[in-house]
């Protein structure tokens, strides 16, 4: 099977699954006891957090490990909101509504509730958000959190997160960023979120700064484990937590995944070595480009949903329109052929209604109906793009009824 799945294409390492099973054997007991086994649980724990926080280029202090991406984003919001009394009105949000289901249901409830007042940001047709236009839209209006994501799960759209932060500064907003996409996948520097710290030592040269409050991201998007999350804070930033307790400095109670966290820190360390050599990620962003050329010569009428520039999305996404068809029925199709892709957000993807990400950038209903996103990981060989390229062909081709262009031997 080949995978350009965005869940299926970022499976764990070798030398993550070894150290997972080593700590289930050796180190399952509770960190939080002062035995000598517990105590040596404990150790590997804080390893993994030093691990990830060089990642990212922080202290490990400002690190938070969770069970996932959506209660690292859930702590995020609602750990801002929580604190913020004004018996006048509701604390205004600002989003955009291309966000991930994480992020966008959860506001959603929560407006619909009358807990917050909840604001859209302006975006492009390529699904990219207007900072220009949103500051001019919010000027002189006072907010308590803006949530945006820097790279979009469905599109790989980079977001204009630098510029969004400003923005969030002056409206004296909290700002989280959902960073699940971009981090493992692009050099990042978050030590401007750790500024009373010595100067770091972690992160790849280059790295993309940014100075938030908050950022979230998960591991099993650069081939550590499902099931552990991660929480960046800004030193100094009052958090109120959801799962009350003492582990985890207080942030987030309950005993800790020691397997997954140990998994989880041994991908960042793969991924911050793997992120040191930018050629690898010119070299995967040309087999996107090649999939994409191909299949848009070969299928008439498909199109790309998001931005076209390289330089304006993620090196491993594109998502692709395919007129008049189903995606479900095409990934039916391909995975019968020995392809494994996704529509939409991988989370939901079950689901047998149109992206309503690609429903919010403006792409109509019949092409969302008919979009497929394909993901590469930094294992994806020109062998698997040049044999995905004739099962979707194949697949096109078997349900509308057609001949595509160019050779198809897919069976």
């Known amino acids: ?74 702590l995020s919001i609602r750990g801002v909101l929580s604190r913020v009394r004004d018996p006048e009105r509701p604390p205004r949000v600002i989003t955009s509504a291309i966000e991930h289901s994480a992020v966008r249901e959860l506001l959603t409830d929560l407006r619909d509730r009358g807990e917050i007042e909840l604001v859209h940001m ?26 945006v994501q820097w790279a979009n799960n469905e599109t790989g759209a980079i977001q204009p997160v630098a510029a969004l932060t ?97 998994g989880a820190g041994v991908a960042a360390s793969e991924a911050l070595a793997w992120l040191a050599d930018a050629g690898v990620r010119e070299r995967l962003a040309s087999l996107r480009d090649r999939l994409e050329t191909a299949v848009l010569a070969r299928v008439p009428g498909s199109r790309i949903n998001g931005p076209t520039a390289r330089d304006a999305r993620l090196w491993n996404t594109t998502n692709i329109a395919f007129p008049r068809l189903e995606a479900e029925a ?43 996103r394909f993901s590469l990981s930094r294992h994806t060989t020109s062998f698997d793009i040049d044999r995905a390229i004739e099962i979707i062909v194949a697949s096109v081709s078997r349900l509308s009824g057609s001949t595509l262009l160019g050779p198809s031997h897919a069976q």
């Open 122 to 147: 302006p975006m492009d047709a390529q699904g990219v958000i207007d900072a220009a236009q949103a500051a001019r839209d919010l000027r002189g209006t006072p907010a308590a959190l803006m949530s």
């Open 1 to 74: 099977m080949i995978h350009l799945d965005n869940n299926a294409t970022t499976r764990p390492s070798p030398a993550v699954i070894d150290a997972m099973t080593h700590a289930l054997s050796h180190a399952w007991h509770n960190p939080s006891s002062v035995h000598r086994a517990g105590q040596e649980a404990r150790r590997v724990v804080e390893l993994a957090r030093a691990q990830v926080a060089a990642l990212v280029n922080v202290r490990p202090r400002c690190v938070t490990f969770v069970s996932g991406g959506t209660e690292s984003i859930d």
């Open 166 to 262: 400003t923005l969030a500064r002056e409206l004296g907003a909290a700002m989280h960023v959902d960073a699940t996409q971009w981090i493992g996948k692009e050099p990042t520097d978050l030590s401007l979120m750790d500024p009373s710290s010595p100067s770091q030592t972690g992160g790849t040269p280059g790295g993309a700064m940014l100075d938030s409050d908050l950022v979230t991201f998960s591991p099993h998007k650069f081939h550590g484990p499902k099931g552990v999350g991660v929480l960046v804070t800004r030193t100094g930033f009052r958090l109120r937590p959801m799962l009350h307790g003492v582990q985890e400095q207080g942030r987030r109670g309950g005993t800790e995944n020691v397997p997954g966290i140990v």
């Open 330 to 372: 095409l990934l039916l199709a391909m995975s019968e052929r020995g392809l494994a892709a996704s529509a939409g957000a991988a989370c939901s993807s079950g689901s047998l209604d149109p992206s309503p990400v690609l429903l919010a950038m403006g792409v109509p209903p019949e092409l969302a109906h008919g979009s497929v």
